[in-house]
């Protein structure tokens, strides 16, 4: 501003004895920048699963020194329509727009003209960033873990695998991939819904019916809470009939007994990266994967067979 050293340091020490603050609403005015952003969702908002990954992108714009609206649509195309031109009436500049499970999204005319990041969904023949947790990868890390335990021919799946579902269809092609690598394939598959009661009912029709696998795994958390209960009403003991591993890493993973071994989703990353991307002056246009950790609890052991020829020979 062309003033002298001596004139900045008595107008700095002017602001800090008058606790001056900067008007960000003023500044905004100038510069077409409210130094805010937006988060769209359809349910992630109230969805308990999911709170970490709100955190993860609010705590990420406060570090940016950015402010979050946060607006859930419910599904509906009025709503979501309503809402986002609400968040662009008030200045936000950019928008994430996040799905409580990865799935592909019809992204609005209105919504592609802004800058604009995907959480957990991705778009069909668009280019916009998207941030998604890598499936396919957990499937495997989850695979490896029940073949570490000595788990190889009688493994079975446990979850829906409907086409449209695109988290159960990239795990499973992940198992699948590693076990064909190790020369070997499941047992075999139990469809069934993603809750505890269905996935209940279907695994212990799949156990009267004489099956006798060393290891389930379950497409989340919730069937396996339906897993333990059908086994459990059969006298049948984790991990000493057979082994379990999930995926989410919810809190069922550690309220289950035994606790459960879980491939987590990385809710706070996700939201963390998300933000990142959409205050990065020139965004990517792919797609991001977000590793996923496996969370080692007690529901896998050596499998049945394994276990009684180590208490025969003492070893």
């Not at 936000?92 to 802004?114: D, N, P, W």
């Not at 009939?241 to 309220?255: E, G, M, P, Q, T």
């Amino acid at each position: 501003m062309r003033i002298s050293s001596d004139a900045e340091q008595r107008v700095r020490k002017a602001a800090r004895e008058l606790n001056y603050r900067p008007s960000l609403l003023a500044r905004s005015l100038r510069t077409n920048l409210s130094q805010t952003i937006g988060l769209v969702s359809d349910v992630i908002a109230t969805e308990v699963f999911a709170g970490e990954l709100v955190r993860g992108s609010m705590s990420t714009a406060l570090l940016h020194d950015h402010l979050m609206f946060i607006g859930e649509t419910e599904g509906d195309p009025e709503v979501e329509k309503r809402l986002v031109q609400s968040m662009l009436d008030r200045g936000v500049g950019g928008i994430v727009y996040a799905a409580m499970y990865t799935q592909q999204v019809r992204i609005s005319k209105t919504l592609r003209e802004q800058p604009l990041v995907l959480l957990n969904c991705l778009a069909r023949g668009k280019a916009i960033p998207s941030v998604i947790p890598d499936e396919r990868e957990g499937g495997k890390t989850a695979v490896r873990e029940l073949l570490q335990n000595g788990h190889r021919d009688q493994i079975v799946i446990v979850g829906e695998k409907a086409p449209h579902v695109l988290a159960g269809a990239e795990r499973l092609a992940g198992v699948q991939e590693v076990l064909q690598a190790e020369g070997a394939e499941l047992a075999g598959s139990i469809d069934t819904l993603w809750w505890p009661e269905y996935a209940y009912q279907a695994v212990r029709d799949y156990l009267l019916a004489g099956n006798r696998p060393s290891a389930f795994i379950c497409l989340n958390d919730r069937i396996a809470m339906g897993t333990y209960q059908a086994g459990r009403e059969l006298g049948m003991s984790v991990p000493q009939d057979f082994s379990v591993v999930s995926f989410d890493d919810s809190d069922l993973a550690s309220w289950l007994s035994p606790q459960l071994t879980s491939v987590a989703i990385p809710h706070f990353e996700l939201g963390r990266r998300a933000v990142e991307l959409l205050l990065t002056p020139d965004r990517p246009t792919g797609v991001v994967r977000i590793p996923m950790p496996l969370r080692v609890r007690a529901s896998v052991g050596p499998p049945p067979i394994r276990r009684r020829r180590r208490a025969r020979t003492g070893s």
